[in-house]
């Protein structure tokens, strides 16, 4: 018991840090963070936002999303692998669950572990990363 309350206390802990991280995003519809832990230690992080050397503009005059804009989950993933560190085994912490994409890419990053703390309206995402045998959890922001 006392082992799982460990747990909770540190995915709150992480999942703070990663709302804060979405505040870099120079998104307006949505500002997404998203850390990468493993062994206790923070190996990768990312927000939405559009590739280096692109202007820090998300949305288009419509104010609909550009369509080469990153979105956290895959900057943290693609940051992991211009570094000497490994995601294998690792739990990756986002503010919004992840779409089909991202869950794609978590799952080839041998990611073990999704905490989530908003729900997105498609759930095709976290239904398959539950497919391929990742642990899922939702964490309710109780702030």
Not at 52 to 66: A, Q, R
Not at 105 to 134: F, H, P, S
């Amino acid at each position: 018991m006392e082992q799982e309350n460990k747990q909770e206390i540190l995915d709150r802990r992480y999942m703070r840090m990663a709302r804060i991280w979405a505040e870099n995003s120079y998104c307006k519809r949505r500002q997404v963070g998203a850390l990468i832990v493993k062994d206790k230690m923070i190996i990768s992080d990312g927000y939405n936002g559009t590739p280096s050397g692109f202007s820090n503009v998300c949305e288009d005059e419509e104010g609909l999303t550009i369509p080469y804009v990153l979105h956290a989950e895959a900057n943290a993933i693609t940051k992991i692998a211009r570094s000497n560190n490994s995601s294998e085994g690792a739990t990756m912490y986002v503010t919004t669950s992840p779409c089909i994409e991202c869950a794609k890419l978590i799952i080839q990053a041998g990611i073990k572990r999704l905490v989530y703390g908003e729900k997105y309206r498609l759930e095709d995402g976290l239904n398959l990363l539950r497919k391929a045998g990742i642990e899922v959890i939702y964490l309710e922001n109780k702030e």
